[in-house]
RNA sequence: CGGGGCAUAGCUCAGCCUGGUAGAGCAUCUGCUUUGGGAGCAGAGGGUCGCAAGUUCGAAUCCUGCUGCCCCGACCA
């Protein structure tokens, strides 16, 4: 993309409405602007991250074997009364109706959706185990949004729903999600900390929240450091194995929110030296609900014994747009957002100090050129702006890789390449600078 | 929803107390100079002062109502 040519309304100063970090440099770079109270407009921007965000989760998703689909935004009231909800959702539920008077609701979430599409075309333990999951647009009409993105209304989320004959086949499921979400937010250079959440009526110990620690974290968490440590299983994970050891390993180690935080084993189960304190964001939820919905919803399953019985179910949030505020949280300084690599809106920019000089356009348009055919995802700044103001433009919207091409540079044949993560800057020649920017697979490396 | 605050140019804000022709910086446009860290000079454009109704000869300013937004709390992917 030529930056001349591209729509981005970047600011030197945010917006006074900003409190934290992530809010004022998404406004400040023009990612997103506010249309109403939690309902923001995704300029190009910050477009560009929330497909690479989107495309990261449906990748690993697809890894796990879940099979994507797209449930409607808008729902009508009465799947919601055959489970149940529709009168105890509250206030945060926004309901319409439409021209007939009847009533509609944008769906906060879509179980009930879901399970009226397994119930019509699944009847056998034959099709069992089925994930099943969309990346939509929710709405929760809460009381206070705040924190732009990351406490919105209107919110993308990736929901997935595991569908399965017994307990045993439940849990299974739950730990390919499990492992799935590790490496979802280790390949966006998060390191995700599954801590145990509250399981509600159903009970048991399958409910873990994935926390990011990051210094403006809304809520204070409390684990064992040597969990922060771990890193991801890998992408090389086999989902058809047992994965309860890797489970296992994870969920050994204390860590708990604030609200389950038990001080007395906190002290007791972790050594000091690696008891850690820290703020957090919640970026994924992952729950086993058994029958909660496919009991009154009557979605029922024959077993092999041919006896009928609710399938076991379980739910799978990922805050695919609030990831976005908390992939920032993690990764800026004073100059503005450091995106790691596999998120980056583009990977590399190209920075032209003399537009106009026909050797530095040269040099600036071969670099694009090439960027591209090696699949690079580069901005060329080829503007007439001075200097100072484009190392700032992009630094604050934290390109990892900017390619200098300047006059002065090419008269001894050589180019800057600069690294946004470590400040790093190496003079070298156009070709050897062209070398090191040749793409890398996926990583989950954190 | 309880408590507090704000609303003036695209952005940040002054002006309001004490009513009298609407301002600054940044951004934008034109010209010249400049060009390896957010340039300089000269000029220009841009606002029914959130909306409505009052008080007044006269309202951005005072009064009332409404709307929107922000902060603290309870709630939450």
Known sequence: MRLSRFFMPIMKESPAEAQIVSHKLMLRTGMIRQSAAGIYTWLPLGFRVLQKVSQIVREEQNRAGAIELLMPTLQQADLWRESGRYDDYGLEMLRIKDRHERDLLYGPTNEELITDVFRTFVRSYKDLPKTLYHIQWKFRDEIRPRFGVMRGR????????????????????????????????????????????????????????????????????FCDSALTDMGAPGLDVDFDADLQPLVDARTALYAATEEKHDPAAFAAQVPPERQLSARGIEVGHIFYFGEKYSAPMKAMITG?????????????????????????????????????????????????????????????????????????????????????????????????????????????????????????????????ALNRLAPTGPQVAA
């Open 154 to 221: 209107e919110f993308l989320m990736k929901d997935a729903y595991s569908f399965d004959v017994d307990e045993a086949g439940a849990r299974a499921s739950y730990n390919r999600m499990f492992i799935a979400y590790l490496n979802t937010f280790a390949r966006m250079g998060l390191k995700a900390v599954p801590m145990k959440a509250d399981t509600g009526p159903i009970g048991g110990d399958m409910s873990h929240e994935f926390i990011i620690l990051a210094d403006t974290g809304e809520s204070q968490v």
């Open 304 to 432: 092999s014994d041919g006896k009928e019985r609710p399938a076991q179910m379980g739910s799978y949030g990922v805050g695919v747009s609030r990831l976005l505020g908390a992939i920032i949280e993690a990764h800026h300084d004073e100059l503005g957002i450091k995106w790691p690599e596999a998120v980056a809106p583009f990977d590399v920019a190209i920075v032209n100090l003399r537009p106009g000089d026909s050797k530095v356009d040269a040099a600036c348009e071969q670099a694009y050129a090439q960027l591209r055919a090696m699949g690079r995802d580069p901005l060329y700044d080829d503007t007439s702006e001075r200097p100072g103001a484009k190392f700032a433009t992009m630094e604050v919207i934290g390109i990892p890789f900017v390619l200098v091409i300047g006059p002065k540079g090419l008269e001894a044949g050589l180019v800057e390449l600069r690294e946004r993560a470590t400040g790093a800057k190496h003079e070298l020649s156009l070709e050897a």
